[in-house]
């Protein structure tokens, strides 16, 4: 991804924090059942306590991206923690400042923002109540195994396999859930927008697993999955008909792929020509291409990455890559 001066200085601080202060005790951490207070006054200090709280309220008023950035660089030193800290910014702090009056806010927002209080909150969901380790899952053992899992959401309903977006068809008519609770691939958003180019009728909405019967065919999407069909989901069976070929062949000669693979090939030539990059962001959109960035950037393609950037127009505050 293409980052901000100060966003790439956010991740390489809080990088260096995690790696120096957090990591080698984590362990020691775990075994006692809880972190020090000192440990979350220093994180206070950095600003992480409150990252996307107004300065005026005294927090550190940076970007979502900004903040995302840390709290994955404090999961690669203490998972828990990250989640502690992404509470405490993301369901305390904030809710705090949007609907709290301002007797609470005098009250709790410094302490905070301080790291002398520590925020918490409680599930409602179904199967879950007040204690996230109460979510139920389900796995069935069977002879030989499978080669993937179906996701289903929080409601009950059809969501994505472990590590690809998943599309049925009926009747010339494709369906696939809609992505409120998961992430929306690239590979899934270039399919669509292939799909629609064409003339297909394709709808995002719930679905529910007793639906999985009237479907006649059925496929994943993923960087890894690319388009792959699926036989068999539990006691469902599905065609692998024309429909699902024609769609891995329209896919394997679109820009999104072709970029990509030659990317990770190490094969992509400097100044790739930009039709096949224009392709891509028409079908798959702006955040396909930065994602693309992403890639070049970490296969040392620095001037694909300019390229990519030229289209998608300059960072805001001055912009470096990392």
């Known amino acids: 991804m293409i980052l901000t001066e100060t966003q790439t ?49 005294g927090g550190a008023g940076v970007d979502m991206v900004s903040y995302t950035l840390a709290l994955i660089e404090l999961a690669a030193g203490d998972g828990a923690l990250s989640t502690i800290v992404s509470i405490q910014n993301s369901l305390v702090v904030s809710a705090l400042l949007k609907n709290g009056s301002e007797d609470q806010k005098a009250r709790f927002l410094p302490d905070l923002l301080a790291g002398r209080a520590i925020g918490a909150f409680a599930l409602t969901e179904a199967d879950a109540g007040s204690n996230a380790a109460a979510i139920r899952t389900r796995a069935v053992r069977r002879d030989g195994g499978y080669d993937d899992a179906l996701m289903l959401d929080w409601r009950g309903q059809v969501a994505e396999a472990t590590g690809a977006n998943i599309f049925f068809v009926r009747q010339g008519v494709v369906h696939t859930p809609l992505p409120d609770c998961f992430l929306d691939g690239i590979t899934r958003r270039t399919v669509i927008a292939i799909l629609r180019n064409q003339g297909v009728e394709v709808v995002e909405r719930a679905i529910w697993p007793e639906e ?95 390229e990519i950037q030229h289209r998608v127009g300059p960072p805001k505050d001055g912009g470096a890559t990392g």
């Open 9 to 57: 200085a956010i991740r390489e601080t809080v990088r260096a924090f995690a790696q120096q202060e957090v990591r080698p005790y984590a362990a020691g951490f775990e075994a006692a059942g809880e972190y020090p207070p000192t440990l979350f006054e220093a994180l206070a200090s950095l600003g992480l306590m409150g990252m996307t709280a107004p300065e005026a309220d």
């Open 212 to 306: 999985l019967a009237q479907f006649e065919q059925c496929f994943v999407t993923g960087s890894a999955a690319e388009v792959t069909p699926v036989r068999e989901i539990g006691p469902w069976s599905f065609e692998v008909g024309a429909f699902v070929q024609d769609v891995r062949k329209a896919y394997s000669h679109s820009g999104t792929h072709q970029i990509t693979r030659r990317i990770k090939k190490g094969t992509i030539e400097p100044n790739y020509e930009a039709d096949e990059v224009l392709e891509v962001l028409r079908f798959a959109g702006t955040m396909a291409l930065m994602a693309l960035a992403e890639i070049a950037q970490m296969a040392g393609k620095a001037d694909l990455v300019a």
